[in-house]
């Protein structure tokens, strides 16, 4: 998954930019990057590593400009590597160029082998460099038009952003899959994968930028253009608000943390269980423990506590200290969990590792009963439109029925949120709206591409 930030007209666009990128860390750990524009140029920086490690203040005073875009990394399509960094800068006849992505393009294995048959040679294993080639390939006069007819080819997720040397250009995806949101700084103006990067900076939020439209930001104005005629329906990624999204940021029209907690609340009518204490897995767990533990009246206790401040660690211990993964993230409060009925609420089992590592953390701090409550339905089908999520034969709940998960993960009872339940917060009629593949298997884009996929 990935997070990008763009700033049009301010003076000090590369620290604006740099903030922002850290309200998106999020998204994506594995690389970050930034390009400004100059009068020389466009310039860029960036690396494998977390935002706060890549930028110093030289790196910031380096990159000072008016516009700038960024970007940070979790690798869902070509490999964690330098050379698959964003934002992708590039010189064609086009002039220089940058582009930002978050998504998944479904198709872009097909058109590669399409372009490279033609000649095309590809710098990175990106997705998003497709983008670019068809570009430049294209025979429109326009930036725009030329714009408008490569995206016409590709099918999937995309949420982006180029700068070039005058024009900072925001799109989404005819679906809508991924949020992109715009917002406004005195003369500047902002676009963001979520409200919480421009809270961060202290601009203003002004609305969503529209499935399958285009934002071209010139001389501190805009003007909007349509991607195509006719759209699709909308597909919003349910699980951003499942998961990925942060629970501050105001996506898709509604507070990600009221839907949340909605969840918990909805899984707690769904399933109720005599418990002593609602217990979240943090971070994730936090929205949906509160709304369920405040449906229920069962007393909510931080029994586990994330420690923040852990990074990769290299250093492994004796085999004398038992399930020390966990343990490095997570901490079990003995005096509130010993003898206790827990329920116990997570946002999702994908693998199920966690969950059981947890579980036997909960046991050997003296937990009575553990009743696990998961705020979204069975994770079945990976997703092709941006959240990384392992083949489906790695999902535990495509090979094993819920009472399997039960004793997997060694817990006295397991129950998920219905697929009903999920979408407590919208009309029947707009549920369409969503993308819940990850949940039902219904592929709303590219279906045909991707049923030879799993
Ligand atoms: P596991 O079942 O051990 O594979 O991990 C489940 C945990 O990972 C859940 O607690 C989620 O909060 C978290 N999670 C769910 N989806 C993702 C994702 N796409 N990337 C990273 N973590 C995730």
Redesign the pocket.
């Known amino acids: 998954m990935c997070g990008i930030i763009g700033i049009h007209n301010h003076p000090e666009a590369a620290t604006l930019a740099y903030l922002g990128l850290h309200g998106l860390q999020h998204r994506g750990q594995e690389s970050a990057g930034m390009v400004t524009v100059k009068d020389s140029g466009l310039q860029c920086h960036h690396a494998m590593g977390l935002v706060a490690d890549i930028f110093s203040q030289d790196v910031i005073d380096r990159l000072q400009a008016n516009h700038a875009i960024g970007h940070v990394r979790y690798s869902t399509y070509g490999e964690s590597h330098i050379k698959n960094c964003q934002p992708f800068l590039v010189n064609s006849m086009l002039g220089s160029m940058a582009v930002a992505h978050n998504g998944n393009l479904v198709n872009a294995t097909e058109i590669q082998k399409k372009l490279e048959e033609d000649g095309a040679i590809f710098q990175s294993t990106m997705d998003t460099e497709v983008i670019v080639h068809l570009m430049a390939k294209s025979r429109k006069k326009k930036f725009i038009d030329r714009l408008k007819e490569s995206l016409c080819q590709v099918e999937g997720a995309f949420s982006l952003l180029f700068l070039t040397k005058k024009k900072m250009i925001a799109v989404r995806d005819p679906s809508g899959f991924r949020p992109l949101v715009m917002g406004k700084k005195k003369d500047s103006w902002i676009v963001a994968s979520e409200t919480t990067a421009l809270d961060l900076i202290g601009a203003k939020f002004v609305r969503e930028i529209e499935p399958g439209e285009i934002v071209v930001f010139e001389n501190g104005d805009y003007k909007s253009y349509r991607l195509a005629e006719n759209l699709p329906k909308r597909s919003h990624c349910i699980f951003e608000y499942v998961?990925f999204a942060k629970p501050d940021s105001h996506i898709f029209h509604r507070d990600v943390y009221e839907v949340r907690k909605g969840f918990g609340q909805m899984l707690a009518k769904e399933s109720q269980v005599d418990g002593d204490i609602v217990v979240p897995?943090p971070d994730?767990g936090v929205p949906a423990a509160i709304g369920y533990a405040q449906e229920s009246g069962i007393p909510f206790e931080m029994g586990l506590v994330r420690n923040h401040y852990v990074g990769r660690t290299f250093i492994e211990p004796e085999q004398s200290i038992r399930h020390f993964g966990v343990k490095l993230k997570l901490g079990a409060v003995k005096n509130i969990i010993e003898g206790k009925r827990v329920v116990l609420i997570?946002?999702?089992?994908?693998?199920?590792?966690?969950?059981k590592k947890i579980v036997r953390m909960l046991r050997d701090a003296g937990a009575k009963e553990i009743h696990m409550r998961i705020s979204s339905p069975p994770t079945k089908w990976p997703c092709f439109y941006g959240?990384?999520?392992p083949t489906r034969s790695e999902l535990i709940a495509a090979k094993k029925s819920i009472k399997e998960i039960r004793n997997y993960i060694g817990v006295d009872s397991l129950k998920y949120l219905s697929v009903d339940s999920l979408y407590w917060f919208e009309k029947q009629s707009q549920r369409e709206w969503f993308c819940d593949a990850c949940f039902t298997g219904k592929y709303p884009v590219g279906s045909d591409v991707i049923s030879n996929l799993i």
């Open positions: 998961y897995v994730s997570d946002d999702s089992i994908v693998r199920g590792t966690t969950s959240i990384d999520t």
